[in-house]
Nanobody
Framework: HVQLVESGGDSVEAGGSLRLSCVVSGYFSKRCMAWFRQAPGKERQGVAAIVTGAHNKYYAGSANGRFTISQDNAKSTIYLQIDSLRPDDTAMYYC?????????????????????WGQGTQVTVS
């Protein structure tokens, strides 16, 4: 069984940065893991994905170079660095995991592609 616990969300001013963390309990290596975000009244959208234990990374077209996904295998943790925060980045950010390393065609992937989810961490930008 996989459990995901996010942290790092905060209320920040536009232009600031945040690093979100997702600690994974259970099998960590060779999984496709991702960050999604959901703003009020909107669908959950993929931001970035990574294959744990590998170098594969994927970003949504809207990431615009401001989002960086990374991993620390020793800590079974993935991160999402968000720079130059904007008010439209305000959302609940979720960590998600698959049972395999297939991240699919990332720009077509929807939330249903992932089996495991964390509880989310709120990012508010003003």
């Amino acid at each position: 069984h996989v459990q995901l616990v996010e942290s790092g969300g905060d209320s920040v001013e536009a232009g600031g940065s945040l690093r979100l963390s997702c600690v994974v309990s259970g099998y960590f290596s060779k999984r496709c893991m991702a960050w999604f975000r959901q703003a009020p009244g909107k669908e959950r959208q993929g931001v970035a994905a990574i294959v744990t234990g590998a170098h594969n990374k994927y970003y949504a077209g809207s990431a615009n170079g401001r989002f960086t996904i990374s991993q620390d295998n020793a800590k079974s943790t993935i991160y999402l660095q968000i720079d130059s925060l904007r008010p439209d980045d305000t959302a609940m950010y979720y960590c998600a995991a698959r049972t395999d390393s297939d991240c699919g065609i990332w720009h077509l992937v929807t939330a249903g592609y992932f089996r495991y989810w964390g509880q989310g961490t709120q990012v508010t930008v003003s």
